[in-house]
């Protein structure tokens, strides 16, 4: 397969987008372009360290090593989930729901993919174990931050009413049915809108980087929905694994609404 070599100064040109939009926001006094310098330096500085880490893990082979910044990877994944949060819950529940959840979804899918369909030599090789497991868990972590985020932010909103069918003798699986639903909703939506607008409105990046590479576009096409058919099953599976044990934490064994085992909002704390 061939494909153009990307030199420094390509790079540069690309670049030069972002400083007009810099100037632009220093013009209209948006007060943006401190964000857009720090947000293009971390993702310069990480995307290099990725390429060279990588490059490393090509080469070792290493079902240890590729095991490790797999572990390395979902515990980031995980700390954005309960940042991304207003009102998370407290103490270890606030990291580890979002994350056990996030990784059980995410792991269970990559593993079976490596294993039956896409099965490299060996099934752990780095090139196609990490690469898998990026897409699939970054999609899985926004559909568990947003569905965790609609349970919480709704359940404090709606206290009185959560409250009152529970003093009527509703069960707490009623009680906060409407709650449920909507987070789901909340978590499934992206992945929703991500598989509608595919092919019309967008081209996925990882097809767009294969035909860029000199892939044929017909097997670009099957690869990106095998991807988009397991980041899809991932997302459902974490978002209702999240959901559901958000909403057993907000309530206890006597059918009470439990609202201090979350920590205060942060918006309002800000």
């Known amino acids: 397969m061939n494909y153009e070599l990307l030199t420094v100064s390509d790079i540069a040109l690309a670049a030069s987008l972002v400083v007009a939009n810099g100037i632009l926001s220093i013009v209209l006094k948006l007060g943006l372009e401190r964000q857009l310098l720090i947000a293009s330096v971390r993702m310069v500085v990480q995307l290099s360290l990725v390429g060279f880490i990588l490059q490393t893990l090509f080469a070792l082979q290493s079902p240890f090593w590729t095991g490790f910044v797999v572990l390395v990877m979902l515990l980031f994944a ?15 529940w606030s990291y580890g729901l979002g994350t056990v959840t996030m990784m059980v979804a995410t792991v269970i899918v990559t593993l079976l993919t490596l294993t039956t369909q896409v099965q490299p030599d060996p099934w752990y090789d780095a090139r196609y174990a990490l690469p898998l497991l990026g897409m699939i868990m970054g999609n899985t972590m926004t559909g568990v931050s947003l569905g965790l985020d609609t349970l919480t932010s709704r359940a404090g909103r709606e206290r009185a009413s959560i409250e009152a069918q529970l003093a009527l003798g509703q069960p707490r699986e009623v009680a906060l049915r409407s709650l449920v639903r909507d987070a789901l909703r909340a978590g ?30 017909v097997e670009a096409v099957k690869y990106q929905l095998l991807i988009m058919f397991l980041i899809g099953g991932a997302t459902g599976f974490g978002v209702l694994m999240a959901v ?22 942060r918006s309002r704390n800000g």
Do not use: Y
Request: glycine share 12%; charged share 20%.
């Open 78 to 92: 995980g700390r954005e989930i309960a940042a991304r949060q207003d009102r998370s819950f407290s103490g270890l």
């Open 188 to 217: 499934f939506m992206p992945m929703i809108n991500a598989m509608a607008a595919t092919g019309l409105v967008s081209l996925p990046g990882m097809m767009t980087g294969q035909i860029l590479a000199g892939v044929d576009p």
């Open 244 to 265: 559901l044990g958000g909403a057993w934490r907000l309530t206890d064994e006597r059918h009470r609404l439990r609202l201090d085992r979350l920590q205060a909002s």
